[in-house]
């Protein structure tokens, strides 16, 4: 757990800034990171001194949530540098776009980790759509949040499948620890 929580303490010092930006601008990016990123502060805070205290569950929901964010917060970083020069603000115009092809990655990486049954052709032409309007700051479609749900439905061919990503987990961990949000959740993947 101490090499989980040195590793930790080195990650939330660097990216703890732009964490912030994205609270400050009211990001999707930020709703959408918010539960796993106050889930891991409160383990850590509650932890970090008593590290001999935590259990095996907690090591665990701290391994995945920090690979989770990393790898979030490294996708969303690749954006604003490479994509979008550095410029938060353009960047920003975009973060629900960026919001959903996080969203569709998690999906992928669900359907498959549960054999779950989708159009893969599908669901990569659905993600090439999105990374298009990202990478060639393309203008963003009024009605995307009904097009991507739509295409989501047509994609996945089980009709009872509910997709339970990493962010709904931490949701009820956090439940669990007593940690209020920000918001209501439920529109992690959009809300237009």
Request: proline share 2%.
């Given at each position: 757990?101490?090499?989980?929580?040195?590793?930790?303490?080195?990650?939330?010092?660097d990216?703890?800034?732009?964490?912030?930006?994205?609270?400050?601008?009211?990001?999707?990016?930020?709703?959408?990171?918010?539960?796993?990123?106050?889930?891991?502060?409160?383990?850590?805070e509650?932890?970090?001194?008593?590290?001999?205290?935590?259990?095996?569950?907690?090591?665990?929901?701290?391994?995945?949530?920090?690979?989770?964010?990393?790898?979030?917060?490294?996708?969303?970083?690749?954006?604003?540098?490479?994509?979008?020069?550095?410029?938060?603000?353009?960047?920003?115009?975009?973060?629900k776009?960026?919001?959903?092809?996080?969203?569709?990655?998690?999906?992928?990486?669900?359907?498959?980790?549960?054999?779950?049954?989708y159009?893969?052709?599908?669901?990569?032409?659905?993600?090439?759509?999105?990374?298009?309007?990202?990478?060639?700051?393309?203008?963003?479609?009024?009605?995307?949040?009904?097009?991507?749900?739509?295409?989501?439905?047509?994609?996945?061919?089980?009709?009872?499948?509910?997709?339970?990503?990493?962010?709904?987990?931490?949701?009820?961990?956090?439940?669990?620890?007593?940690?209020?949000?920000?918001?209501?959740?439920?529109?992690?993947?959009?809300?237009?």
């Amino acid at each position: 757990m101490e090499k989980l929580f040195k590793e930790y303490s080195g990650w939330l010092s660097d990216n703890r800034d732009f964490y912030e930006h994205l609270k400050g601008h009211d990001s999707a990016l930020y709703f959408r990171l918010q539960p796993v990123y106050d889930v891991l502060y409160h383990l850590y805070e509650e932890y970090k001194t008593h590290m001999n205290d935590a259990t095996e569950d907690i090591e665990k929901i701290f391994q995945v949530g920090l690979e989770y964010l990393n790898m979030q917060f490294f996708t969303c970083l690749i954006y604003l540098n490479k994509t979008f020069e550095k410029n938060f603000h353009a960047f920003l115009e975009y973060d629900k776009v960026i919001n959903y092809s996080l969203f569709v990655e998690d999906l992928k990486y669900e359907l498959v980790e549960k054999s779950i049954k989708y159009d893969n052709q599908e669901l990569e032409k659905l993600s090439g759509f999105l990374d298009d309007i990202i990478e060639n700051k393309k203008p963003i479609p009024d009605n995307l949040n009904l097009y991507v749900d739509g295409k989501i439905h047509k994609i996945i061919e089980a009709d009872d499948y509910h997709f339970t990503g990493i962010i709904d987990i931490f949701v009820e961990i956090g439940d669990a620890l007593g940690i209020s949000f920000d918001e209501d959740l439920d529109y992690i993947i959009g809300d237009e």
